[in-house]
């Protein structure tokens, strides 16, 4: 074999880690389930003009979707997955730490919110990069019905509106 056939044959092989169509199938659809659901907990939030919106929610659901789909790939399980998952949701929190803030002369915390919607869109993600895709899709719409609930209690009168960003 040839210097040019053992280069082709190498670059081949390093592309070949989805070897069938259903590998193929299997990996849009979880990426872009996770996408799609990231998104529209993101434009929730962008409409609300937080500043985490679109793109920061897509890019945490499909992120942590493929944190979990590529060990699944390498056959993890049991306990590997578990530290995989650990790790991710260590990496998350450590990302939702920086949308919290502390306004010293209000004595008032914000983004909180946005932190919580930040985790759960991770959570998200880590469903439908395991192939749970009903379940996020369940989750998306739980969250999305929590975060449209804050709108009436305040019109009610239930919930203070003076915090700048939640």
Do not use: N, Y
């Not at 395991?130 to 999305?144: I, N, S, Y």
């Not at 009610?156 to 700048?164: D, E, N, S, V």
């Amino acid at each position: 074999m040839g210097t040019w056939d053992t280069i082709q044959h190498t670059i081949a092989a390093e592309f070949s880690d989805l070897g069938s169509a259903r590998e193929v199938t299997q990996l849009v659809v979880r990426l872009l389930v996770a996408a799609f659901l990231g998104g529209l907990l993101g434009l929730e939030r962008e409409l609300q003009g937080k500043a985490a919106g679109i793109r920061t929610h897509m890019l945490v659901a499909s992120s942590s979707a493929l944190i979990v789909v590529v060990p699944l790939q390498m056959g993890f399980e049991g306990d590997a997955l578990s530290r995989v998952l650990q790790g991710l949701l260590a990496g998350i929190g450590f990302l939702c730490a920086g949308a919290i803030l502390k306004l010293e002369r209000e004595e008032q915390v914000t983004g909180l919110t946005t932190a919580a919607s930040v985790w759960m869109t991770s959570a998200i993600g880590i469903a439908a990069g395991l192939g749970r895709e009903m379940t996020a899709a369940l989750a998306t719409l739980l969250v999305l019905f929590i975060l449209w609930l804050e709108r009436p209690l305040q019109r009610a009168g239930l919930k203070p509106t003076q915090k700048p960003d939640d």
